[in-house]
T-cell receptor, first 110, second 116 residues
Framework: DAKTTQPNSMESNEEEPVHLPCNHS???????IHWYRQLPSQGPEYVIH???SNVNNRMASLAIAEDRKSSTLILHRATLRDAAVYYC???????????FGTGTRLTIIP | DARVTQTPRHKVTEMGQEVTMRCQPI?????VFWYRQTMMQGLELLAY????????DSGMPKDRFSAEMPDATLATLKIQPSEPRDSAVYFC??????????????FGPGTRLTVL
């Protein structure tokens, strides 16, 4: 699977939007972009995924660059509960295996 | 609220002992994954099953680890004999893989294993 690159850590103020970047310059045409997050002392949880178009759900939005070589997870209004490690993962269509990298540790400042 | 359950939540054992970890996937899910998480290696996929059949166990040390699904409601991960380097948090996850390829995996709370 293609590799992703994320910043090791980010900080954001509570109640402000957060933009978490992910670079995936070697993405193939059939790779889906997945985001998971892991809260402290918990298993990872699914956040969102997309292929080409921007996606929205109750948790977040996923903005995908036109060339698909990068994407951004957007938390519209960060709360303390959003402090977690966020993983950006590529997985080819039909491949249910997810390879987790080191992710971005997001700290929310009250 | 359907959840993946794992037992035990914590296990402390001595080197050489057998360890069995259990997972109950979400009812109706046809794919079950076993992951291991350590500070050094991060989150690694050990093995996964679809419809109870093993599809890939390439991430698992074959000499001491074994994974099975005796039935659709139970997945087991066994280590025999255990070693201190096996100390980690072991996560089970389940999902419903179908032609729509949503690929959303639901993780359990994990089993924290300490081998002395």
């Amino acid at each position: 699977d293609a590799k992703t690159t994320q910043p090791n850590s980010m900080e954001s103020n509570e109640e402000e939007p957060v933009h978490l970047p992910c670079n995936h310059s070697t993405i193939s045409g059939t790779d889906y972009i997945h985001w998971y997050r892991q809260l402290p002392s918990q298993g990872p949880e699914y956040v969102i995924h997309g292929l080409t178009s921007n996606v929205n759900n109750r948790m977040a939005s996923l903005a995908i660059a036109e060339d698909r070589k990068s994407s951004t997870l957007i938390l519209h209004r960060a709360t303390l509960r959003d402090a977690a490690v966020y993983y950006c993962i590529l997985a080819n269509f039909g491949n249910e295996k997810l390879t987790f990298g080191t992710g971005t540790r997001l700290t929310i400042i009250p | 609220d359907a959840r993946v359950t794992q037992t035990p939540r914590h296990k402390v054992t001595e080197m050489g002992q057998e360890v069995t970890m259990r997972c109950q996937p979400i009812l109706g899910h046809n794919t079950v994954f076993w992951y291991r998480q350590t500070m050094m290696q991060g989150l690694e996929l050990l093995a996964y099953f679809r419809n109870r059949a093993p599809l890939d166990d390439s991430g698992m040390p074959k000499d001491r680890f074994s994974a099975e699904m005796p039935d659709a409601t139970l997945a087991t991960l066994k280590i025999q004999p255990s070693e201190p380097r096996d100390s980690a948090v072991y996560f089970c996850a389940s999902g419903l893989w179908d032609v729509g390829f949503r690929n959303e995996q639901f993780f359990g709370p994990g089993t924290r294993l300490t081998v002395l």
